[in-house]
């Protein structure tokens, strides 16, 4: 089965301190991997699509990286504008279904 | 340059009423999904639609369920005689070509239904 598990549910950071957040996947072939950020109250924004291991995409402080199991968004030097939930996806070869993880909540402190 | 946009971005229902729900998709964009967030777990994907066709409804359930997207017109997703366990947020997204090509979607805002 899919399956889609992000970790840790929450972060909570210091203005400045750099992390990681981790998108775990099982997928019987991938066609590829998105990165979204959703704040309150609002639909998901659009970061990132990755679809081969060893990819990697970058924008602003955020870089994505992608492993034939595993994705890793990180963050460098955030700030408190950059706290949202950031959800992971996957689409499998076989079908138009994105497949959701239930994100990882960050939060930035000034 | 309008985004995906749906409307009533909240929607009040008693149960056993009907809710319907609108999605109008970035302009070009041909391709509509539609998605369930209940608080705290991940988007739950329901139906995918092009213009005058369901694609592929295998997460819509079977029964007072139903989503349409016409030649003109927004998308519409139509819960029937709504129960408490409807309450959600249900947000559209959109692509301009086959989702098959693994190509992004884009959210509009969302609409939050609360069923009493």
């Known amino acids: 089965e899919d399956q889609v598990t992000q970790s840790p549910e929450a972060l909570r950071l210091q203005e400045g301190e750099s992390s990681s957040l981790n998108c775990s996947y099982t997928?019987?072939?991938?066609?590829?991997l998105f990165w979204y950020r959703q704040d309150p109250g609002k639909g998901p924004e659009f970061l990132f699509t990755l679809y081969s291991a060893g990819e990697e995409k970058e924008k602003e402080r955020l870089k994505a990286t992608l492993t034939k199991k595993e994705s890793f968004l990180h963050i460098t030097a955030p700030k408190p504008e950059d706290s949202a939930t950031y959800l992971c996806?996957?689409?499998?070869?076989?079908?138009?279904?994105?497949?959701w993880g239930a994100g990882t909540k960050l939060i930035i402190k000034p | 340059n309008a985004g995906v946009m749906q409307n009533p971005r909240h929607l009040v229902r008693r149960r056993g009423q009907e809710a319907r729900l609108r999605c109008s998709p970035v302009?070009?964009?041909?391709?509509v999904y539609w998605y369930r967030q209940l608080p705290e777990e991940g988007l739950k994907f329901m139906v995918y639609?092009?213009?005058?066709?369901?694609?592929?409804e295998s997460g819509m359930p079977k029964e007072r369920f139903s989503a349409e997207f016409p030649k003109e017109g927004p998308s519409i997703l139509r819960i029937q005689q709504v129960v408490r366990g409807d309450s959600a947020a249900y947000f559209c997204?959109?692509?301009?070509?086959?989702?098959?090509?693994?190509?992004?979607?884009?959210f509009g805002p969302g609409t939050r239904l609360t069923v009493l």
């Open positions: 997928v019987s072939g991938l066609r590829g």
């Open positions: 639609l092009q213009k005058e066709n369901i694609i592929d």
């Open positions: 302009k070009g964009h041909s391709h």
């Open positions: 996806a996957v689409q499998a070869e076989s079908n138009y279904q994105l497949i």
């Open positions: 997204a959109s692509s301009p070509s086959l989702a098959g090509t693994g190509n992004e979607q884009f």
